[in-house]
């Protein structure tokens, strides 16, 4: 972005080049959507069910002792319901090797929640709406 509407300077004081994610770019994230789609949520509930013991005695092995999967799964699965949904495409910075989203209130979200926003506003609500599936099959 030649003429953001607002400058971001570097420490130095000197502007930070602005980027706009071009939404091309989401259709990198399509393969993916389809195949979370494609689960069906009370297979994936029953599954999770029988292996319910392995995957606790994994995740006891992974160092979470204190807690269990399912808790965590269904805390992860609301907190990427939590994730914003925007209007417009993000605007980047790169003031290192990496970009970085330009509003400090994004780029302070999870790893999850910036995933999501990466892929775009209605690969975003595809993932949200089969999550919302699957965390309901999980409770129910």
Known sequence: DE????????????PIPQFVVDPVNYGRYLVYVE???ALDAQEVATMFRENEPLIEQAFDQLGYPEGNFEDRLLAVIDELLATP????????????ANYLYADE????LSAGQKVLLRMGP????????KLREIRAALSG
């Open 3 to 14: 003429q953001p509407a607002t400058q971001i300077l570097n420490e130095e004081g000197d």
């Open 122 to 129: 209605d690969n975003a609500r595809r993932v949200k709406a």
């Open 35 to 37: 195949m979370l789609e």
């Open 85 to 96: 949904e925007l209007q417009e495409p993000p605007r980047l910075i790169k003031p290192e």
């Open 105 to 108: 209130t994004l780029e302070s």
